[in-house]
């Protein structure tokens, strides 16, 4: 029983670290990205990416709740400033598919992405 306790300790113990990892990320990205974009609606950019840190790059465009040029322009802006990167060019009529690496990563607890 003290050896199945030990292992729940030390769980909750490294979910408590990528939470406060997460949690950091989070608002130091909110300064960045809303000088980064120069746009009223970085936070909301910011926050639909932390819900979804995998995504193809037309959901993002269609469900982010911001204008169709100025969310491709903050896609834009993100890969440049290498916030977001692609797993998945673009090509032809298909959309990319793209990640936030430094939120998965923290989510993996290792260099995945």
Known sequence: CQFFL????????????????????YEGKKREVVEQTR?????????WLFERPIFKSSDFVASAGIPAPT?????????????????VEASGRRAAVLCFPALLNIAEGREAF
Request: hydrophobic fraction near 50%.
């Open 39 to 47: 746009s009223q609606y970085g936070i909301l950019a910011l926050d």
């Open 71 to 87: 969310a491709r322009r903050i896609l834009a802006v993100l890969r440049e400033a290498r916030v977001l990167r692609p797993l």
């Open 6 to 25: 030990r292992g729940v300790q030390m769980q909750a113990e490294e979910n408590q670290q990528k939470a406060n990892e997460i949690l950091a990320l």
